[in-house]
Nanobody
Framework: QVQFVESGGGLVQAGGSLRLSCAPSRSTFNPNGIGWYRQAPGKLRELVAAISGAGITNYADSVKGRFTISDYDAKNTAYLQMNSLKPEDTAVYYC?????????WGQGTQVTVSS
């Protein structure tokens, strides 16, 4: 079974930047597009950004103008560039397909933004 592996999270001050990476656990799996999701404690997991295999992007209103999503590159790694981070961006970030497939969820990567 395939799971996505996320990395790049960490602790950053408000206004800072992070770049998250996403790769399937099996390199032979080449998803068509990607969705990035986040979940804070006590809240529902929400889609924050997505890009289709055709290059069509979709961003949550809360991150428009601050986050930039890119599709999988030749190394089968996708990225989410997060700039101008705010404390409300604090969450565990996950990647998956869009729409997500239940069995693909990984452990996520923690992003903590201090005020």
């Amino acid at each position: 079974q395939v799971q996505f592996v996320e990395s790049g999270g960490g602790l950053v001050q408000a206004g800072g930047s992070l770049r998250l990476s996403c790769a399937p656990s099996r390199s032979t799996f080449n998803p068509n597009g990607i969705g990035w999701y986040r979940q804070a404690p006590g809240k529902l997991r929400e889609l924050v950004a997505a890009i289709s295999g055709a290059g069509i992007t979709n961003y949550a209103d809360s991150v428009k103008g601050r986050f930039t999503i890119s599709d999988y590159d030749a190394k089968n790694t996708a990225y989410l560039q997060m700039n101008s981070l705010k404390p409300e961006d604090t969450a565990v970030y996950y990647c998956n397909t869009d729409p997500p497939f239940e069995f693909y969820w990984g452990q996520g990567t923690q992003v903590t933004v201090s005020s």
